[in-house]
């Protein structure tokens, strides 16, 4: 996994502050590891807002003023419910050989016959998925193979195939949780009403 280096200033947790600091162009954040004190942080909402919106997750080096980084990943985001901004994340950091739960976008591959030859249309029903490994294993995005996929199949999360993965990492949630469909045309997927029989 790629790693990118993000410069954050250390803040104090007052009242209001996070609002003011917000107007400023600058988003709260907290920086946490298991067993340590949570340390509370700034960072420029621009480049913050770049690395949220990426296609692919990174890892982050957090670099501060006195020259230490620490590596780290986003664990949580908080979007403004009307402007969708970024107004608070939470950052985790890990040791070399630690096991951490990390959300990576899904990357969907092939040719899929349900919609190429059945004319049907992919419905993705998880854009992301929790995965549990070492951060050094765990990819950047999780490829989803659509090429086997037939019109009215649906490719479940115990279903998913880790390839290179296998051992290394653990796709987390409900197996039978859905997570690409290849649904019929909507003029197909419509019953046609009976006909009504004509009177003698």
Do not use: W
Request: charged letters at 25%; one cysteine or more; hydrophobic letters at 40%.
């Amino acid at each position: 996994m790629e790693t990118r280096e993000l410069s954050v200033n250390l803040r104090e947790a007052k009242k209001k502050g996070a609002a003011k600091l917000r107007q400023t162009g600058m988003v709260p954040a907290v920086v946490y590891h298991k067993g340590e004190d949570t340390i509370t942080i700034s960072v420029d909402e621009k480049a913050l807002t770049k690395l949220v919106h990426s296609a692919e997750s990174h890892l982050i080096d957090l670099a501060y003023p006195d020259g230490k980084t620490t590596r780290s990943f986003i664990k949580a985001i908080q979007f403004d419910p009307v402007s969708d901004k970024v107004i608070h994340v939470d950052f985790q950091l890990f040791s070399a050989d630690e096991v951490v739960e990390m959300e990576v976008p899904t990357h969907f591959e092939g040719e899929c016959p349900g919609v190429k030859i059945g004319g049907g249309k992919l419905q993705i029903n998880l854009h992301t998925l929790n995965l549990k490994g070492k951060p050094e294993d765990i990819p950047e995005h999780f490829s989803v193979d659509v090429s086997t996929l037939e019109l009215g199949q649906t490719l479940h999360i115990g279903e998913l195939e880790l390839g290179s993965l296998a051992g290394k990492v653990t796709v987390l949630g409900d197996a039978d949780a859905p997570v690409i469909s290849v649904i019929a045309p909507r003029k197909e997927a419509e019953v046609a009403p009976e006909e009504t029989p004509a009177q003698a």
